[in-house]
């Protein structure tokens, strides 16, 4: 698996997969019915740093974006999204995605990341948690599951130093 930036031209790549992410209201705080360009927006926006995962058929698997979680004097705290292609989970993506940006976050000279919302629910938690995240607070029955009903939002936190 090769992970890189990603240029304008991925997105084309990414959006199918993050459309029925989002579409699917379990993971993501963000609107179902968030539009192409919307969405292109939030993923790809000037203040964001992101990659992708690509197999070895040159297929995007998966994407990630680095940013600050504020300006200013917090600044120093970085916050990251990740998605995986449904059709490709189960093949250590997420892992490596996050993996990646962890090192990245140090690089670029972060001290800390937070999640902000992270779906209590989601699978991802157990992934966060091995890789060093801990669970700071959860806001309760913040986020109307479809299948779960309200469930709440995580705050995660690693300190990167």
Do not use: C
């Amino acid at each position: 698996m090769l992970i890189r930036e990603a240029a304008a031209e991925d997105w084309p790549r990414i959006w199918p997969f993050w459309h029925r992410i989002v579409a699917a209201a379990e993971t993501y705080a963000w609107d179902p019915d968030t539009s192409q360009e919307e969405a292109r927006a939030l993923w790809m926006g000037p203040a964001k740093r992101v990659y992708v995962a690509e197999d070895a058929t040159g297929t995007v698997v998966g994407s990630a974006y680095l940013t600050p979680n504020h300006g200013g004097p917090a600044a120093g705290v970085a916050n990251a999204g990740f998605m995986v292609d449904p059709d490709h989970g189960g093949q250590g993506i997420g892992r490596a995605l996050a993996g990646h940006l962890l090192t990245e976050a140090k690089a670029h000279g972060y001290h800390a990341m937070v999640f902000n919302a992270v779906v209590e629910t989601n699978p991802a938690v157990h992934l966060w948690t091995s890789l060093g995240f801990t669970i700071v607070g959860t806001i309760p029955e913040a986020f109307d599951h479809p299948r779960h009903g309200r469930v709440g939002l995580h705050v995660m936190y690693k300190a990167l130093d």
